[in-house]
């Protein structure tokens, strides 16, 4: 038996219902896991987040540590640069304070035993003063024969040079006769020469009555021209200039040093007497010269042709114990010294050491009548 037209129809509809049930649900789960996909999106996204948040603080507090480290290296590094100097400081400090001790006790030691070398010195002092005797006696023998040569040649005999001929003394023209006008109205100009008849070279700057040999005048004459009241008149040393005894040894010793330092006391700066009597040192070494006072330095320069060095050409009985010093254009300056030996083997140290450096040291215009 078939099915009716009513039947049909209606399982039709039960089934369309059925199929719209199905729909419904269907469509119902679909909405769920969309939200539940939203919802894990939105987790997802706050986990990434709190993720780079955590990765950024993280690294930051990294940063901190490094700077922290390199700070903590930075001052350990220091405290070490500083403990280093003060060890240094303290270790300089403590090897002054020995040297000290050991030139103190070396003092003591001299003055309580007196040893073979002082007694040696006490001989060559007491040998220095007999030849400066003999000198003297010499030279007074020599004036007097050429006193009566010239009397002998009725030779007018108006001026003379009075002094020790040698190194450390100071040479003084007097008048000799009421004839001759005082010397303090004449001009005078110093030279030196080779021989009695030799080619004279001018002595720049000596001008005065009184002159201080150097150690550039040593084995030559020393003559001055006198021009008063329309007359040139001429004196010259009987002798060459002599050494002084025992410099020589004196100066090679202290070749051997890297440095010499002298004490002096600045005369004028710049041709301006300076007041200060304070003490300075100056330091002669192999490449350059140095005036200091305590640890400020006044000048300091190579050796150079710009520089000159020689003795105070005049100013009366201490220029045997000064010398004239340009330490470059612009800046000069006259330095007395403790002794005249001192002031004599500062000078040929200095000269020494200059010609070691292919410069000739000398005075003003000296390095023309040198040739150089």
């Not at 002595?203 to 006198?226: C, H, M, N, Q, W």
Request: proline share 2%; hydrophobic share 35%; glycine share 6%.
């Amino acid at each position: 038996m078939f099915p009716t037209y009513t039947t049909c129809r209606y399982l039709y509809c039960f089934q369309v219902e059925a199929l719209a049930d199905q729909l419904t649900q269907r469509e119902g789960e679909l909405i769920q896991e969309k939200d539940e996909v939203k919802k894990l999106a939105t987790f997802l996204k706050q986990a990434s987040q709190d993720a780079k948040k955590l990765v950024d603080e993280e690294r930051a507090f990294a940063r901190a540590e490094i700077e922290n480290a390199r700070a903590a290296v930075q001052r350990v590094e220091e405290a070490l640069q500083e403990h280093e100097r003060m060890s240094r400081a303290l270790g300089k400090q403590d090897l002054e304070e020995l040297m000290k001790d050991v030139r103190e006790a070396r003092r003591i030691r001299m003055l309580h035993q007196p040893s073979k070398v002082m007694d040696m010195e006490h001989e060559l002092q007491a040998l220095r003063i007999q030849l400066a005797e003999k000198s003297k006696h010499y030279l007074k023998l020599q004036k007097e024969l050429t006193m009566s040569k010239k009397g002998k040649e009725n030779t007018p005999y108006l001026y003379e040079i009075d002094g020790t001929e040698a190194l450390g003394s100071y040479l003084v023209i007097y008048h000799c006769s009421d004839r001759a006008r005082e010397i303090s109205e004449c001009n005078i100009q110093w030279y030196r020469s080779t021989s009695e008849c030799g080619k004279k070279e001018l002595i720049s700057g000596a001008t005065k009555s009184v002159y201080a040999p150097e150690p550039f005048d040593v084995g030559r004459f020393l003559e001055a021209v006198i021009m008063t009241d329309g007359q040139t008149i001429t004196v010259r040393t009987t002798t060459p200039i002599d050494s002084a005894a025992g410099l020589g040894n004196y100066v090679e010793a202290l070749v051997r040093r890297h440095d010499t330092e002298f004490n002096v006391v600045i005369i004028q700066i710049n041709g301006v007497d300076n007041q200060s009597q304070s003490i300075h040192v100056l330091h002669v070494g192999k490449m350059r010269m140095k005036l200091c006072k305590g640890k400020t330095t006044v000048a300091k320069e190579y050796y150079s042709n710009l520089m000159q060095l020689c003795g105070v050409r005049g100013g009366g009985n201490a220029a045997a114990q000064a010398v004239y010093w340009q330490a470059k254009d612009g800046q000069s300056f006259v330095l007395a010294f403790e002794s005249e030996r001192e002031r004599n083997a500062a000078i040929m140290l200095a000269r020494r050491f200059a010609f070691d450096c292919n410069i000739m040291l000398a005075g003003p215009d000296d390095r023309a009548a040198t040739g150089t």
